[in-house]
């Protein structure tokens, strides 16, 4: 009687072993490419190469307040866009979400520029299509290069801050707070400070 129950016993575990090799293994899901990966952007400050403030986002309650020597504003995320309103509350910019690519227009419709994702960075035009800068990922940090191709800028991570410095190494920018490629917009001179903190803001909110 007692082989018996030990032999069903083996025989159980067999079975139970057996499937448990039979069964498929899950396949894992691939990682998110750099152009797809979520990019974290909330509160950030951008000081200038004399270390004075550039730029100051400050993210709360579904809105940021944005401060800058050249203007100040407020930025309303949510519904897919950015709403850029003054000071005194009058709406001046909008940025709104095109599948892959965020759209600037000015107050009255006029399209002002149009950013797009591009091998894991991002690709700014103004109307016409031409391209004004291009931001790519590099190790530890992206390169940045005018229309042309023309490299102008070199973002590294430094600590806990991210650094953006010319080709021949000078010092441009400090950012804190972010460390998104997406902040290397801060060298399109074509742009207020306000509208590319919504630019940065509409790539991390919407």
Known sequence: MKQTVFACVILLLLVVM???????????????????AAVQIG?????????????????ANGQCKVTAPSGDGTLKYGDGKVTISDTKGQIVGIVKRDGEAYKLENATGAKVVKLSRKDGGFRLKDPAGNTLLKIKPRANGFKIDDGAGKGVAKGKIKG???????????????????TAIITGIVLAKQLSALQQAALMIAVGKL
Request: net charge neutral; hydrophobic share 35%; aromatic share 6%.
């Open 18 to 36: 057996g499937c448990k090799s039979s069964s498929p293994k899950p396949i894992a899901s691939p990682p998110a490419s750099p152009a797809t």
């Open 43 to 59: 509160s950030f400050a951008i000081t200038d190469s004399s270390k004075k403030p550039f730029l100051t986002v400050v993210d």
């Open 160 to 178: 806990n801050v991210l650094v953006l410095e010319s080709e021949k190494g000078e010092r441009l920018f400090e950012i804190s707070g972010t």
